[in-house]
């Protein structure tokens, strides 16, 4: 009887006990789905702190010829002729990358008009003899060979000379007068404009500290100048230079469109024991106001470009900034936000180290697509540039959208490719608005080029002294890029507007005008950085070439 009550109670917790193995065995599933979540997430952070650390900086995507891609790339061939492409895919694939011939050293050309002095190299008197006979050897020929040889800058003092003035009849003290001296960038200062447009364009434009200048100046000046005093002189001439500097500003909220993106730079505030964290924010012009501007603020919020893009209507184009897409929300009736393409892409580039999902291929490859399509219509007016766009880059956005819609919910939501899906279908009708308007860029990577001077210069000056240095940096950068910006050498056209500007009435803004880069250099074109330029456009043919050539090679392969 004992025996049968104790096999019924094991009957009886038999349903219990499966069940509490099956919690068990659940809890213990749900916990390796964490851990494995968890390996997954730190093994894409792995690879990415490689990337960072080890692969090259180049955000460029080669699609494999065995990858499938969304839709063909033979669609979009475009007119290889008109840039010099081979006329054929096949002969174009063939000269992707042709082999290099063996350069010949071109002869050294030296520039006209420079002064040439003469080093002559004679026989001594007791060498002229000839061994023979003893006679004056004569010369016969003379063997010149040129060097290029450089002095450093010559300084010099200008005297400043006023007259006064007086009637030799009359003693009353009313007919005295002195001649007036002009207005000068810094009163009372020794220095002249082209010593503070040496300095300014030395540290922002050279990236040359202020402590390395010293040494730097003391050469031509046969002076030390204290740092204390060189801080003082850079403040000094952004003051002079703010008014020019605010009048760009405000061509550049008159345009119909404006690219706004920030970067950071340490600073110090004299209290904290570290350096703290500011931001030049930068605003670009469209193609009628070919400026830039900066602004510095301690924080990355949206005070400052709020007070800045307040009065302004038009497009704001950006990346997905929280602060950039709240203020287009906030002034839906002034302001239309425009989406940055280049940032979606990055998002899914980051991932292409930590995934080989097949969605992440055909997302690049549609991107590309989209920008091979903005190649050739670079050279387009406004409106053909509008009807390509509406043609043919429409329906490859329409189809990356439905791609990515579908495979929104397959993805592991923690995964970088989930994150570059959801960062791009989050901002969709953004990154959409460039089709409508054949005026605009289809990223803001025209304004992330004017940031690589800061970039460059805080890895060598490191910080800013204090937060009130961040607003002269700002002042300084806007005139000298916005200057760089039109090919223009920022030497000479700094020291003539710090010679000019001083003595332009508050609000006089024909005067301030004619200071401005591009219109300074239509009446010294002498002061064009005609090489730079040159060889800017150079290396643009250079890479459209093999883009086309890139383009016709996986047009033939899709063919195949």
Not at 253 to 263: I, S, Y
Request: hydrophobic share 40%.
């Amino acid at each position: 009887m004992e025996q049968r009550r104790e096999s019924s109670a094991d009957s009886n917790r038999g349903p219990e006990r499966i069940a509490q193995l099956e919690a068990l065995v659940a809890e213990q599933q749900a916990a390796i789905a964490a851990y494995q979540e968890q390996l997954e997430r730190q093994a894409e952070q792995l690879a990415l702190f490689k990337r960072a650390l080890f692969a090259q900086r180049r955000e460029r995507y080669l699609p494999s010829p065995d990858q499938k891609l969304l839709f063909s790339s033979a669609l979009l061939e475009p007119p290889l002729a008109e840039i010099g492409e081979p006329e054929s895919p096949a002969e174009a694939a063939s000269s992707a990358r042709p082999a290099r011939p063996r350069r010949q050293a071109k002869k050294f050309v030296f520039p006209e008009g420079l002064p040439r002095r003469r080093i002559e190299y004679p026989l001594a008197p007791e060498e002229r003899a000839c061994s023979c006979c003893q006679a004056p050897r004569v010369v016969i020929n003379q063997q010149v060979t040129r060097q290029l040889e450089l002095e450093p800058a010559q300084a010099y003092i200008v005297e400043h000379v006023r007259f006064t003035y007086a009637c030799p009849k009359c003693r009353a003290g009313e007919q005295v007068e002195t001649t007036a001296k002009p207005p000068a960038p810094i009163e009372k200062s020794p220095f002249g404009a082209s010593v503070l447009a040496t300095i300014l364009v030395c540290k922002y434009a050279r990236h040359l500290p202020l402590y390395r200048q010293q040494e730097h100046l003391l050469g031509p000046l046969r002076l030390w100048l204290s740092r204390a005093l060189l801080c003082r002189l850079v403040r000094g001439s952004a003051e002079a230079l703010r008014p020019l500097a605010l009048r760009i500003l405000e061509l550049i909220l008159n345009g119909f469109a404006v690219q706004a993106d920030e970067t950071t730079v340490h600073y110090l505030d004299g209290v904290s024991d570290r350096a703290l964290l500011g931001y030049f924010w930068g605003f670009a012009g469209d193609q009628e106001h070919p400026y830039v501007a900066y602004d510095f603020q301690a924080s990355r919020g949206r005070d400052g470009p709020r007070a800045i893009l307040a009065g302004y209507q038009g497009y704001l184009q950006s990346d997905g900034y929280s602060v950039y897409e709240s203020l287009a929300r906030e002034g839906a009736a002034r302001l239309t936000h425009v989406g940055c393409w280049a940032h979606a892409r990055r998002k899914f580039e980051h991932a292409l180290y930590t995934t080989s999902h097949p969605l992440l291929h055909e997302a690049l490859a549609a991107i590309g697509q989209l920008y091979d399509l903005e190649d050739r219509a670079a050279q387009l007016s406004d409106d053909a540039r509008r009807a390509l766009r509406q043609a043919e880059s429409a329906p490859i956005i329409e189809r990356l959208h439905v791609r990515l819609s579908a495979a929104r919910g397959e993805l592991r939501p923690s995964s970088k490719l989930a994150e570059a899906v959801e960062y791009a279908l989050a901002r969709w009708p953004s990154l959409l608005r460039y089709l409508d308007d054949g005026r605009l860029a289809i990223d803001t990577n025209h304004l992330e080029r004017q940031f690589r001077p800061i970039a460059v210069g805080r890895a060598n000056w490191l910080f800013l002294g204090r937060e009130s240095a961040g607003a002269t940096a700002a002042i300084v950068y806007t005139v000298i890029q916005s200057a760089r910006l039109n090919h223009l050498d920022p030497l000479p056209y700094l020291t003539d507007v710090l010679r000019r500007l001083p003595g332009v009435a508050a609000g006089d803004t024909v005067a301030i005008d004619a200071l401005l880069p591009d219109r300074w250099l239509a009446e010294h074109p002498e002061h064009r950085l005609v090489e730079r330029q040159r060889e800017s456009q150079a290396a643009q043919r250079r890479r459209k070439i093999r883009r086309a050539a890139r383009r016709a090679a996986q047009s033939a392969g899709d063919a195949r």
